[in-house]
């Protein structure tokens, strides 16, 4: 599954969210002990701000893109992307639709 996997999908269904369990039991987080965890499920493009605001705090934001249409999730993907690069983070796909953005210093391992 690659992270440009979501430009297929129709942008009417909607996907199953990883489950709490499955998304504890697939990273491990190095260094990030009690670290704040933010969840965003943005559902137009102006939510983005707020994402990178969190991003920006030291917080790992998971994005779940699934409420999104294909054109807008591809833009708010980019626009994170971007951010992430600029902040010095990493960018992490946990599921379909699905990534975790973590601010410079938090590694995160499979």
């Not at 297929?8 to 670290?35: H, L, Q």
């Not at 934001?61 to 600029?86: F, P, Q």
């Amino acid at each position: 599954m690659g992270i440009f996997d979501l430009f297929g999908k129709d942008p009417k269904t909607k996907t199953d969210r990883v489950a709490r369990s499955e998304f504890d039991e697939r990273i491990s987080m190095e260094g990030a002990k009690n670290a704040p965890v933010s969840v965003f499920s943005p559902t137009a493009y102006q939510d983005v701000e707020t994402i990178i605001d969190a991003i920006k705090a030291g917080k790992n934001t998971v994005v779940h893109l699934t409420e999104l249409k294909t054109e807008t999730a591809r833009r708010v993907l980019d626009m994170l992307s971007g951010a992430i690069y600029a902040l010095g983070g990493g960018v992490y796909e946990m599921g379909k639709n699905v990534f975790m953005f973590s601010p410079a210093g938090v590694e995160v391992n499979d």
